[in-house]
């Protein structure tokens, strides 16, 4: 054994919580939760800690081959002795597969942190009502493939699902036996299984059960699957369609991690841009296909060098001799790779109207069109995004009603946080408002419609060097990760403060073009180098939960952020 699985063991067989573990050691829960995945080791004081506080050897804790005795049961016998412990919760689940199967794993390593028992996990066609009205069952699924759950929908005991990504979510008395308990996370897809018992996790046992027994006793925290578990009744799906991330991929140090975190975000799609394709995108984009994320590769178009473009309307060779050059490049790099989109920048981001003599919402609409007629020549079904900065072309809108119709615009610096990378720049947030009611319908009421919202951690744009050819995507050692994210909360201690301070900017923004678009639209989040996969920070998972839904008003939503379970808080001492 590890020590980290060492450390789970003795927790586990105290009866102890990572929470309550910590406690006792003076660490988060995010630390215990570290070592037991190995992914840091504890300090030579934590280690003599646990051994005097558990009455273990250091030799059993330190030594790979050597047995941790437990001598003494520290756990009150109220938790060795669980109400109800007769009648266990019991996961039945619909499928082993896919996100379902990630969430039944999810699910059933959650619940052992409270209990003092293996949990049993069954598919629905093995159990019976004899064996439900045995146990507190745990339904998971959807009509398709867990009859109980099909059952209890048809007769509207639990509410039916919305859409793919919907999910309901039910905790009451068994209509099995009236004397216990069951929960059940019903959807219509594998995919929205995932996200109800996501929001299980994250938010009815952080916000209903932790924090509802704290304002009812505030001396006293109950532990969920002892107790009786309060009843609940959410019916969810997501009101925005595509939910992104955007960054570049080098600074992408774990994509297995990245994307788990983007899944339990409930974030669906992610712009990955780097001069060059990594060496494992195929790899990269398997896993994150997985975890219900699409993957949209990111390359120039001229970005940052106007002499690759010819802005001289007549010279059709040169723009020929271009437009070929991306297809190429497309061909080369992404075609084979299973990715769901490309998207492309071009020589927009500059405070300049005009490049040479040309209007540069002119020519940029003239050379994308051109080039986009030969991708889609060839490739007629390809998802294209055009990263456009409205810095250079606000003033000159109509032409960009001219973009090819297929081509999703998503636009950047677009004014006010949250399009600025300071989240307190917000002193023309009407006017941005208002710039956005506009190009949110350019091209008419059904256009692709995309944003990048900022206002996150960003490259050190001083020390950035451009990269000579291909890379490894996401495959950095856990030591350069946990150092680099010590440096990294720095950052992030001061945006967290800005983020719930000025949480109504980006909330006012997200619910009026969710409302303008009917929820037809991508907004991604521009975070980049925020060591995401070592951390989920407040300001990404306070976006990511506005882009879910804006049906609650704002102070709900950060409370609701500020006290859902996986969520970071970001300290320095200076």
């Known amino acids: 054994m590890t020590i980290g699985q060492k450390i789970a063991h003795i927790r586990k067989a105290h009866g102890l919580t990572q929470e309550e573990f910590g406690e006792k050691l003076g660490v988060t829960r995010q630390t215990v939760s570290k070592w037991e995945l190995d992914v840091i080791s504890p300090s030579v004081e934590n280690i003599v800690q646990i051994c005097r506080m558990f009455n273990i050897s250091t030799d059993s804790l330190l030594h790979s081959t050597a047995t941790v005795q437990i001598y003494e049961q520290k756990v009150p016998s109220a938790v060795v002795q669980p109400k109800q412990e007769e009648l266990r919760w019991a996961l039945v689940y619909g499928s082993y597969k896919d996100m379902e199967a990630l969430a039944v794993n999810e699910l059933e390593a959650h619940i052992s942190e409270y209990v003092n028992y293996y949990i049993e996990v ?66 219509n897809t594998d995919r929205g299984v995932y996200y109800g018992m996501s929001d299980l996790i994250q938010h009815y046992l952080a916000f209903e059960v932790f924090c509802g027994y704290y304002e009812r006793e505030p001396r006293e925290f109950e532990r969920p699957f002892n107790q009786k578990m309060p009843a609940y009744s959410r019916k969810s799906a997501p009101q925005l369609k595509r939910r992104g991330m955007w960054t ?30 990594p060496v494992n995108a ?3 984009v398997e896993y994150a296909h997985s975890r219900g994320i699409r993957v949209i590769w990111g390359y120039s178009w001229g970005w940052g060098d106007a002499g690759a473009w010819s802005v001289n309307a007549g010279d059709r060779e040169t723009w020929s001799a271009f437009a070929d050059s991306i297809v190429k490049f497309y061909e080369d790099n992404y075609l084979n790779t299973g990715a769901d989109g490309i998207y492309f920048q071009s020589f927009t981001e500059t405070l300049s109207r005009t490049i040479g003599d040309a209007v540069i919402a002119e020519a940029v609409t003239a050379l994308v069109n051109f080039v986009a007629e030969k991708m889609y020549a060839k490739y007629p079904e390809l998802h ?15 032409h960009l009603e001219k973009v090819h119709p297929n081509i999703e615009i998503v636009w950047e610096n677009c004014g ?12 023309n947030f009407p006017e ?57 909360s720095r950052f992030w201690r001061h945006l967290q403060t800005d983020w719930v301070l000025g949480a109504r900017y980006p909330y006012e923004l997200t619910k009026m073009l969710t409302e303008l ?20 920070y407040l300001p990404i998972a306070l976006m990511a939960e506005m882009l879910w839904s804006t049906e609650d008003d704002v102070n709900t939503i950060v409370e609701r952020v500020l006290k859902s379970r996986d969520v970071s808080f970001a300290n320095f001492e200076y």
Request: hydrophobic share 35%; net charge negative.
């Open 517 to 536: 678009k009917g929820g037809d639209l991508t907004v991604q989040i521009l975070a980049e180098d925020g060591m995401f996969e070592e951390d989920i």
């Open 416 to 427: 006010a946080f949250p399009y600025s990378y300071h989240p307190k720049e917000t002193h």
């Open 384 to 398: 294209i995004q055009f990263g456009l900065h409205a810095t250079s072309v606000k003033n000159d809108l109509e």
């Open 122 to 187: 069954r598919s629905a066609d093995e159990v019976d009502e004899n064996w439900l009205r045995q146990r507190q069952p745990i339904l998971i699924g959807t009509p398709e493939n867990n009859r109980l759950v099909k059952e209890l929908t048809d007769k509207q005991t639990i509410a039916a699902a919305d859409g793919e990504e919907g999910y309901s979510l039910t905790v009451g008395t068994s209509p099995w036996n009236t004397e216990v308990q069951y929960i059940a996370v019903a959807a």
């Open 282 to 284: 195929r790899e990269v």
């Open 432 to 488: 941005t408002m208002e710039f956005n009611r506009r190009i949110a319908t350019l091209r008419g009421e059904g256009e692709r419609f995309g944003a990048v919202f900022k206002g996150m951690t960003t490259l050190p744009w001083s020390e950035f060097e451009s990269f000579k050819g291909p890379f490894v995507l996401g495959e950095r050692d856990k030591h350069f990760i946990e150092k680099h994210s010590a440096y990294k």
């Open 248 to 277: 570049w991929g080098h600074c992408i140090y774990d994509y297995r991690r990245y994307f788990d975190r983007m899944a339990r975000l409930r974030l669906n799609e992610i712009v990955i841009w780097n001069e060059f394709a």
